[in-house]
């Protein structure tokens, strides 16, 4: 990364990265994916693109399918390649992932545990139902994503990703040592020391908003439903620990949003949507909180090396620009008729991001 000094007054006023890749995001379809797309397309040179549509994406074909409708709702000067993912039933058969990942379909599988987060009503019921494809992942180096929460009724929401720790991720590991896991949108200081002490098979995406908000934010003044999400925001000890682990340098710790994009109705409603739309300031607001951590010099390892290096893909070339420059996220995104409040509405950002060197 190079930071440039204003030869006038000496202020370090850009940063320039190699462009970064977002590692967890959520396009969905149809009208949303037009109305969504082109947000993570500017920023990100490649995304995870998350598989819970309805009906969920299980077959290299329906992946590749996707892929094409991506491709045509993302404008081609953003030059974007989505990164498609297969989500993991009790029923899926391993030969499906196998052929999908072999013909460079499926980059890896995403295991929801059933009905733990939106559409999620088609996933795992029990870890061991889906063994035969673990073997088979691990066998290929194909990565397997986590939505790390148990789904026990008796288990307090806010504890949901720990216990998952203790009952299912710890045997998942024990069982397939060399299976690449990503645990993703780690919210806890017991996910960051889970991570931080396995292997180098085991790492994890941090959201832009768990690095800013707390649990205090979902009910500051009233209920906020725009910052509600799934795993829901844990209290500051932990959203400090989130900060430590993105800004360490640890090569185990990398960039993914998961922008999760609702529309309005769907989420000031008597029972609202889980999910943050961050994907418009996404970068913006990492920015934000690794200059607020004295770590700017970290950024770029997170944003757009720890990832390919993780899954094995090569750095992106080009470079994308953030200058010191004040930026306001609007209060409202998107088509009229399907309004999107962006993560950080009304809020002022101080870098701001161009495409290409600014
Ligand atoms: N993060 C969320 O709150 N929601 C995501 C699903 C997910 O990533 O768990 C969504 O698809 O809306
Ligand atoms: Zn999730
Ligand atoms: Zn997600």
Not at 168 to 196: C, G, N, Y
Not at 220 to 235: F, I, M
Not at 287 to 313: I, N, Q, V
């Amino acid at each position: 990364m190079t930071q440039s000094k204003d030869p006038i007054s000496g202020d370090a006023d850009r940063l320039v990265l190699r462009r970064p890749d977002d590692w967890h995001v959520h396009l969905r379809d149809g009208a949303m994916l037009e109305a969504v797309a082109n947000y993570t397309a500017r920023q990100f040179a490649r995304a995870i693109i998350m598989p819970n549509l309805a009906p969920p994406v299980t077959t290299a074909e329906a992946a590749e399918a996707y892929r094409a409708r991506i491709m045509a709702a993302a404008d081609e000067a953003y030059d974007f390649t989505p990164l498609m993912t297969c989500y993991l039933t009790d029923t899926l058969d391993a030969g499906e992932v196998e052929r999908g990942f072999e013909a460079g379909v499926f980059t890896a599988c995403k295991l929801y545990p059933a009905n733990a987060t939106t559409n999620s009503s088609h996933g795992v019921t029990d870890i061991a139902n889906i063994y035969p494809v673990l073997e088979a992942m691990q066998r290929m180096g194909m990565p397997l994503l986590v939505h790390g929460e148990v789904t026990d009724k008796d288990i307090d929401i806010f504890d949901r990703e720990a216990v998952f720790i203790e009952r299912v991720l710890t045997k998942v590991v024990r069982d397939f040592p060399d299976l690449k896991i990503v645990f993703e949108h780690v919210t806890t200081d017991e996910a960051v020391a889970f991570v931080m002490a396995s292997g180098a098979n085991i790492a994890a995406t941090i959201t832009p908003h768990h690095l800013r908000i707390n649990r205090n934010a979902i009910f500051e003044g009233g209920l906020r439903p725009h910052h509600y999400c799934l795993p829901v925001a844990k209290r500051e000890k932990h959203r400090l620990a989130l900060r430590r682990a993105a800004t360490s340098g640890s090569p185990k710790f990398f960039l993914g949003t998961d922008t999760a994009p609702h529309a309005e109705a769907a989420k000031e409603s008597a029972c609202g949507c889980a999910g943050i739309f961050n994907a418009p300031f996404a970068l913006e607001s990492y920015a934000a909180t690794f200059e607020e951590e004295g770590a700017l010099d970290k950024l770029e390892a997170f944003a757009s090396e720890h990832g390919p290096r993780f899954y094995g893909l090569p750095l992106n070339s080009a470079k994308v620009t953030l200058k010191k420059e004040e930026v306001v996220v609007p209060d409202h995104l998107g088509p009229a008729d399907a309004r999107l409040t962006p993560f950080l509405a009304g809020q002022t950002l101080g870098w701001k991001f161009f495409g290409g060197e600014a």
